[in-house]
């Protein structure tokens, strides 16, 4: 991590709003270096996320769902639980659950 040694404005609006890790889309996939949970197509428009079993989801709606394992701290997870129809606790919840058993 390196630290400025000048702080300008920008410097500080970049520290109190960090960005959220990049959702790659490759090959029919979407992952993150921040998470080991993944959304996988599977045709027609519909996405099926490894926290989430048995459901299928539009792209929007797995973009969404990923951003809350990548970032389940933010402010936004209420919205993205939402287009998800979930609360924001539920969404954290099922997140929060180890790739491998989810």
């Known amino acids: 991590m ?3 040694t000048v702080w300008t404005r920008e410097t500080w609006r970049r520290a109190a709003n960090p960005t ?7 090959d029919g996939h979407l992952v993150s ?3 080991a949970h993944h959304a996988d197509y599977v045709g027609l428009d519909r996405w ?7 459901r299928q ?13 990548i970032a ?8 993205w639980a939402g287009l998800l129809g ?3 606790a539920e969404a954290r919840g099922f997140a929060a659950m180890p790739a491998e058993v989810a």
Request: aromatic residues 2%.
């Open 57 to 69: 989801l539009t792209r929007t709606q797995a973009r969404a769902a990923m951003k809350i394992a």
């Open 48 to 54: 099926h996320v490894s926290y989430l079993p048995g």
């Open 33 to 35: 270096e921040a998470t």
């Open 86 to 88: 979930l609360t924001a």
């Open 2 to 4: 390196q630290i400025p």
């Open 20 to 26: 959220i890790p990049a959702v790659i889309e490759r």
């Open 72 to 79: 389940p701290e933010r402010l936004e997870v209420e919205r």
